[in-house]
Nanobody
Framework: QVQLVESGGGLVQAGGSLRLSCAAS????????MGWFRQAPGKDREFVAA????????DYADSVKGRFTISRDSSETTMYLQMNSLKPEDTAVYYC?????????????????????WGQGTQVTVSS
């Protein structure tokens, strides 16, 4: 059983920063490809960033490139999303997602349908 718990959301002014964390339980964290997605009110869930199980590859949505950084710490079984230069349009519930793999890989999964495990979400609100 895989459980994911997000934290770090909150209210911040435009231009500010937040760091989201996703704590994963269960074994074989190092063989999990991970991702961050977000959903704003009235909109579909969208891809934000993803990191390979090896940690060697990352991918970002165009809207967050240069502002957000995804990383993972296998020793703590935790994934992070550092969000800088936040904009009001970044306001959403942010979800972390996990997909178990048979072995370490550099493959990235940007499609939400590729992830069977999801956290409960953390609210990020950016005021103008």
């Amino acid at each position: 059983q895989v459980q994911l718990v997000e934290s770090g959301g909150g209210l911040v002014q435009a231009g500010g920063s937040l760091r989201l964390s996703c704590a994963a339980s269960g074994r074989a964290f190092s063989r999990r490809s991970m991702g961050w997605f977000r959903q704003a009110p009235g909109k579909d869930r969208e891809f934000v960033a993803a990191i390979s199980s090896s940690g060697g590859s990352t991918d970002y949505a165009d809207s967050v490139k240069g502002r957000f950084t995804i990383s993972r710490d296998s020793s703590e079984t935790t994934m992070y999303l550092q969000m800088n230069s936040l904009k009001p349009e970044d306001t959403a519930v942010y979800y972390c997602a996990s997909r178990s793999l048979a072995s370490l890989s550099d493959y990235i999964f940007p499609d939400s349908a590729d992830y069977p495990y999801w956290g409960q979400g953390t609210q990020v609100t950016v005021s103008s």
